[in-house]
């Protein structure tokens, strides 16, 4: 597709996380700044869980790029591992550090050097951990050992985990005890999915009234539930349609036919009126 066409410098709408197109929703700024709070607060484990789609891990990548320059970090994507050891060789190849050749025990002894010494240096490393759901009972003892690591003085690593609600249901209880911080991203308003489809032309260089009609964005926002993969998907969609079409505005046609290409209603009847912004909750903490 020429996006030079429709007034683009690059593809909006993208299908993975975005942090030069982030959308300072509501319920994504109280997430990261329960991160913040808690890294700053020197706690060792958090949850941070929502539902597919709706930003967890665009909030976790928020949070990272926001600390000090000089704090050491990691984000471990998708995680499906099988064993300890390919936990530890992620993290080390993030940190920049050798990690083959080594058995289990030394991949566990070389991490935990690696974040004493960063702690020494005077940073706790930040660990992200996505798509934690996956983590099973003997890999969530290990991350438990990692939030546990410090020193007199401090947690020689602060651990996010991010995963879907089920995550927070079956956690072992003397896990649960550690996590400190347990933050939920819920989906966006209609008023703020609006505002998100154009974000991501304006970070991509477009001009949003021209490049979609009014009814067109309100439709989308209407339709998409506020989960911003969903308006990404049905917005892209509609994109390449209006393409192909050689139109050079996404209009109504164009959004329903992608709507419909992707399951979601199209029945003007069953939209319900838009609903306030729901108001961020305060984090919970619970002691160590």
Same mark, same amino acid.
């Given at each position: 597709?020429?996006?030079?066409?429709?007034?683009? =410098?690059?593809?909006? $709408?993208?299908?993975?996380?975005?942090? %030069?197109?982030? $959308?300072?929703?509501? %319920?994504?700024?109280? #997430?990261? *700044?329960?991160?913040?709070?808690?890294?700053?607060? *020197?706690?060792?484990?958090?949850?941070?869980?929502?539902?597919?789609?709706?930003?967890?891990?665009?909030?976790?990548?928020?949070?990272?790029?926001?600390?000090?320059?000089?704090?050491?970090?990691?984000?471990?994507?998708?995680? !499906?591992? *099988?064993?300890?050891?390919?936990?530890? &060789?992620?993290?080390?190849?993030?940190?920049?550090?050798?990690?083959?050749?080594?058995?289990?025990?030394?991949?566990?002894?070389?991490?935990?050097?690696?974040?004493?010494?960063?702690?020494?240096?005077?940073?706790?490393?930040?660990?992200?951990?996505?798509?934690? &759901?996956?983590?099973?009972?003997?890999?969530?003892?290990?991350?438990?050992?990692?939030?546990?690591?410090? =020193?007199?003085?401090?947690?020689?690593?602060?651990?996010?985990?991010?995963?879907?609600?089920?995550?927070?249901?079956?956690?072992?209880?003397? $896990?649960?005890?550690?996590?400190?911080?347990? @933050?939920?991203?819920?989906?966006?308003?209609?008023?703020?999915?609006?505002?998100? +489809?154009?974000?991501?032309?304006?970070?991509?260089?477009?001009?949003?009234?021209?490049?979609?009609?009014?009814?067109?964005?309100?439709?989308?926002?209407?339709?998409?539930?506020?989960?911003?993969? +969903?308006?990404?998907?049905?917005?892209?969609? #509609?994109?390449?349609?209006?393409?192909?079409?050689?139109?050079?505005?996404?209009?109504?046609?164009?959004?329903?036919?992608?709507?419909?290409?992707?399951?979601?209603?199209?029945?003007?009847?069953?939209?319900?009126?838009?609903?306030?912004?729901?108001?961020? !909750?305060?984090?919970?903490?619970? @002691?160590?």
């Amino acid at each position: 597709m020429d996006f030079a066409a429709f007034g683009l =410098t690059r593809r909006p $709408f993208r299908p993975t996380p975005d942090t %030069t197109a982030y $959308f300072p929703a509501a %319920t994504h700024e109280a #997430a990261v *700044a329960s991160l913040r709070e808690a890294f700053e607060s *020197a706690e060792g484990i958090a949850l941070l869980d929502g539902a597919p789609g709706v930003g967890k891990t665009l909030a976790a990548m928020r949070f990272l790029e926001a600390l000090p320059p000089e704090v050491p970090r990691v984000i471990v994507p998708g995680i !499906r591992f *099988a064993r300890p050891s390919d936990l530890y &060789q992620s993290i080390l190849f993030d940190l920049g550090a050798p990690f083959h050749g080594l058995s289990e025990q030394e991949l566990r002894l070389a991490v935990a050097d690696r974040l004493l010494g960063s702690l020494a240096a005077g940073h706790p490393t930040a660990i992200v951990l996505d798509e934690a &759901q996956h983590l099973g009972s003997d890999l969530l003892e290990e991350v438990r050992l990692l939030g546990n690591l410090e =020193t007199r003085s401090a947690k020689a690593a602060f651990v996010v985990l991010v995963a879907s609600p089920v995550l927070r249901d079956r956690l072992p209880a003397a $896990f649960a005890q550690r996590v400190a911080v347990r @933050s939920r991203v819920e989906p966006l308003s209609v008023e703020e999915s609006t505002r998100f +489809v154009a974000r991501q032309i304006e970070a991509c260089g477009g001009d949003p009234a021209e490049l979609i009609t009014h009814e067109s964005l309100s439709l989308l926002a209407l339709r998409c539930g506020g989960v911003p993969r +969903v308006l990404n998907q049905a917005a892209n969609v #509609a994109l390449t349609l209006t393409a192909a079409a050689g139109e050079a505005v996404v209009d109504c046609e164009a959004v329903l036919e992608a709507l419909g290409r992707l399951g979601l209603s199209t029945d003007v009847e069953d939209v319900e009126p838009p609903k306030p912004a729901a108001k961020p !909750r305060p984090p919970k903490r619970r @002691s160590a």
